[in-house]
DNA sequence: TGCACACCCTGTAGTAACTTCAGGGTCAAG
DNA sequence: CTTGACCCTGAAGTTACTACAGGGTGTGCA
């Protein structure tokens, strides 16, 4: 017989809110699950696994649309995995130029730190006239390269 | 006598759009400007280096709050400047730990898309397989921890 | 003078991935 | 029969913006 949770049970074992859980069902990224007498969400092993494939998804920073995706390749065993592939890749390219990004960052703002090394009246401080120029080139989009591209319209 | 610009005219000297100007102005990141009898927003060259002075602090990633406790230092010329050294070694620090948890990150993306060189059926990709498993411990917090802590309350 | 058109205004809602809260039900123990 | 731990739904808040609706302003041109 198959062992059944429920959701607090199911969060406490996999490290995660409860709150969080039934986000991801909202968001589809977890099959509605089935319902005890008094309404309560109940979870099996299956459903266990589901999650933590969706969690470790998130712990590699994933999207939701990213995760959604890659859940229905899951569900297609006999298609080629080639969009796998192809999903992981493009995600290890957003890693990558945000690594990149954040240097530039570092390195930048290790400069302008170096403007002050002795503290003195905000009026002298080097940092605060250095701030008050434009931004550096390479800082200029920096900060807007995120590992997800921001979305067009709106936030 | 100061010449004045209408907030296209910032927006594209500083380029920027016009909507983020107004938002600052909300945000209380900018002082609100004077009105001209139509009622348009008339910037002059202060207004337009505290702009400036804004813009280079957000190409740097710093949150709205930060920029605001930089913006109110900037106006206390006598204090000593110790606070904007510890505010920006603390940036400093948000954006070293983000980077060495995206390089972890990288890390374990690497190894998981080398479970797959060649396309199969995903029956049996191996990155599926890697996915399904619990996270690495190494990527357990990796992207949960941004540059600056996510807010605690709600979002 | 009339109108097109570029520009400006305010206010509201949408974005990602959650968290928090309000206002209630369920259920086992004491 | 009440207390307390747990569960439910639905709505709103978070960051830093962007987009859009519905309206005013102001200048050039016929």
Chains 1, 2 share one sequence.
Do not use: W
């Amino acid at each position: 017989m198959p062992r059944t949770y429920r959701i607090g049970d199911l969060a406490q074992a996999l490290a995660v809110s409860v709150e969080t859980i039934r986000y991801y069902e909202r968001e589809s990224l977890l099959p509605p699950p089935a319902r005890s007498e008094g309404n309560y969400r109940l979870y099996d092993q299956a459903q266990r696994q589901h999650l933590q494939f969706v969690l470790h998804c998130r712990a590699l920073d994933m999207t939701h649309d990213e995760i959604r995706r890659l859940l229905k390749l899951r569900e297609a065993p006999e298609l080629e995995c080639a969009e796998v592939n192809a999903l992981l890749d493009e995600h290890i390219g957003h890693v990558t130029a945000r690594i990149r990004a954040l240097r530039a960052l570092q390195s930048e703002l290790r400069t302008i730190r170096n403007q002050c090394a002795n503290p003195r009246a905000t009026k002298d401080c080097g940092i605060l006239h250095e701030l008050a120029g434009s931004p550096a080139p390479t800082s200029r989009n920096a900060a807007a390269l995120a590992v997800h591209d921001r979305p067009r319209r709106g936030r």
